[in-house]
């Protein structure tokens, strides 16, 4: 037997769903105003847009992999890292054995400026990608 507020499917499938449904159900046993059901579900609309607007600057963000020349001091590549995460851009990776560079998810224009920031020391700027031995 199901419980007295338990929608007709699966709350993993339909979670919105199951939550209007309930707050029908509580409505309808006169526990909550129409009101107050129209203000909670206008309240998970703003929460369900504001967590995809968030996530915006993920989606438009490219992988890429900035190497430096073995001299560049590492004042240049800390600015260069300090541009892309002022930009809402994310450092997956740092390198400094074999090669100096980092690995970043960043917006195209915090590339455009990493790319133009130090005349002396031009950084190498390509897609990250996997790479495989044959």
Same mark, same amino acid.
């Given at each position: 037997?199901?419980?007295?507020f338990s929608p007709p499917f699966n709350y993993n499938d339909h979670p919105l769903l199951g939550s209007i449904y309930i707050l029908r159900q509580l409505r309808e046993a006169k526990y909550l105003s129409v009101t107050t059901v129209i203000l909670e579900y206008i309240a998970m609309k703003l929460?369900? +847009?504001?967590?995809a607007l968030a996530m915006l600057p993920l989606a438009l963000a490219n992988s890429v992999l900035i190497t430096y020349p073995k001299d560049t001091p590492d004042s240049v590549i800390n600015e260069a890292k300090d541009s892309i995460r002022k930009a809402g851009g994310?450092?997956?990776?740092?390198?400094?054995?074999v090669i100096k560079?980092?690995?970043?998810?960043?917006?195209?224009a915090a590339i455009q400026q +990493?790319?133009?920031q130090s005349a002396?020391?031009?950084p190498t700027i390509e897609q990250d990608q996997p790479v495989s031995i044959s």
């Open positions: 037997m199901r419980p007295a929460v369900a +847009v504001g967590l994310i450092i997956t990776h740092e390198y400094s054995l560079g980092f690995a970043a998810d960043a917006p195209e +990493v790319s133009t002396l020391y031009k």
